[in-house]
């Protein structure tokens, strides 16, 4: 976990290079073959703070107007029927936290909306904080209650800074109550550290010192019919940006079952731009990932976790590791084995240091978000791009940040999620030669 300084500096100057982009570039629907695809609608929060929902050529066919940490979408056949629900952040606090970075620090409500955006339910967190601090994750349950990963502000004993931005994973009912709750902080010695690494954690200089950007039950899986117990379906994924390690809760007793990491066979070893398929192999250094998931039941590689493996900074003190792995990738892990079974690093120009997704489609896709790029694109099993977007919503330029188009998630979804009706467009759209790709001069 430690690296030398001029590591350091040289994986800070890869990451501040592959930030970079054009002046001018397509935004939109930028390739689609609609014979190769899965064709779906997807929603995402835009960097503009709205959420939208797009067919396949990139027409939004809803949008609402809040952004959502991500926007999350609700099974209908959780909510009663009811169909195009999702999750938002409703309003920030006021007194607005200078450490919230990439964080709930400042989220003061979530809310569910309607297909026409009309507030169905929300909730400001529990009374002694009068906040939400909601981020990265909010589910709806099979008992209609809501899984939310929210910050707790608080002093953790033995850490050297006075205050943490901690991460609490809460189960709150219809009326807004917390009827189950669990606090990272309280669990450290069961997240895989060595006390030398554990030492390290608790003198860190970083707030946000776990960073967990994933909490979401596992479903049903084989793994728990095959008599797995800790794979119980109500059990709960969760993965930790800094740390880089990714555990399963187990919901009865808030322990730990399994792990996998912080501690990895080395990336450094293996050739990084090799291309050949890459499978059945030890799981090596995750760094900064993204959306660890159980792929679920009855989709190609079920019971599989997808994780989306960022290599981007991590660590005590927070190093990036892409310059030995060229890129970000995306991995599949048979939980049992701690094995790759597949991995998606490809040739061409594939990095996101923060945000990202990767989600399995029933016909055997993947559809990723490279979030720092605002591009969401689906590929084949053998890694051909079937579909992609860049998003067209940025950001405002401030004194801190550039303008931007980040997504967080980008979230595929199936056409019956939406109520009936609803509008959606499937044309081929090909892509001309980069060579050939000009932009004509003004007559």
């Known amino acids: ?56 050529n990139g027409q939004v066919v809803q949008s609402w107007p809040y952004r959502g940490f991500p926007t ?69 349950l099979s008992n209609g209650n809501t899984l939310i990963l929210a910050n707790k502000i608080h002093a953790i004993p033995g850490f ?20 189950w709750r669990w606090v990272a902080s309280e669990h450290l010695n ?6 030398e690494q554990l030492e390290l954690v608790r003198n860190t200089k970083h707030v946000d010192y776990l960073h967990l950007n994933n909490a979401r039950t596992l479903g049903a899986n084989k793994w728990f019919d095959a008599g797995d117990a800790r794979f119980h379906p109500d059990n709960i994924i969760i993965d930790s940006r800094q740390a880089n390690f990714i555990a399963i809760i187990e919901k009865k007793t808030g322990k730990v079952v399994w792990n996998l990491g912080p501690n990895y066979a080395s990336a450094e070893k293996a050739n990084p731009f090799i291309q050949e398929e890459q499978k059945n192999k030890p799981v090596d250094q995750l760094s900064g990932l993204h959306d660890a998931k159980i792929i679920a039941k009855g989709l190609p590689g079920a019971g599989n976790i997808l994780v989306f493996d960022n290599q981007g900074g ?37 990095f996101s240091a923060f945000t990202s997704l990767a989600r399995r489609l029933p016909n055997g896709n993947t559809q990723i978000t490279e979030g720092q790029s605002g591009r969401v694109f689906q590929i084949t099993p053998k890694g051909e791009i079937v579909w ?14 550039p ?23 499937e044309v081929a759209v090909v892509p001309p030669k980069l060579t050939e790709f000009k932009i004509p001069a003004v007559q």
């Not at 977007?389 to 950001?395: D, G, V």
Request: proline share 6%; aromatic share 12%; hydrophobic share 35%.
């Open 1 to 56: 976990m430690l690296k030398k300084a001029v590591t350091l500096a040289a994986s800070l100057l890869v990451s501040a290079q592959m930030m970079a982009a054009p002046t001018v570039y397509p935004t939109g629907v930028t390739i689609y073959d609609p014979q190769k695809a899965w064709n779906q609608y997807t929603v995402f929060s835009g960097s503009d703070q709205k959420s939208y929902l797009i067919d396949m």
């Open 72 to 140: 999350e979408v609700i099974d209908p056949t959780l909510n009663k029927g009811q169909k195009g629900h999702v999750f938002v952040q409703l309003e920030e606090r006021k007194d607005k936290d200078k450490r919230a970075f990439g964080n709930g620090a400042n989220n003061h409500s979530v809310a569910e909306l309607d297909w026409n955006g009309k507030i169905i339910w929300q909730w400001a967190g529990e009374k002694d904080t009068g906040h939400a601090h909601q981020h990265h994750e909010i589910s709806r």
């Open 160 to 179: 050297k800074l006075q205050e943490l931005i901690d991460d609490a994973i809460y189960e709150v009912d219809a009326k807004g109550k917390v009827v």
């Open 190 to 195: 069961e997240f895989g550290f060595t006390p």
């Open 314 to 350: 991590s660590g005590y003190p927070a190093v990036s590791f892409e310059i030995s792995t060229g890129s970000s990738r995306v991995v599949e892990i048979d939980p049992i084995k701690k094995e790759i079974v597949w991995e998606y690093r490809p040739g061409s120009s594939f």
């Open 388 to 401: 992609e977007y860049i998003s067209p919503y940025f950001s405002q330029a401030t004194n801190e940040r």
């Open 403 to 425: 303008a931007n188009n980040n997504l967080y998630r980008a979230t595929p979804l199936p056409y019956d999620w939406v109520p009936q009706g609803t509008p959606r467009s």
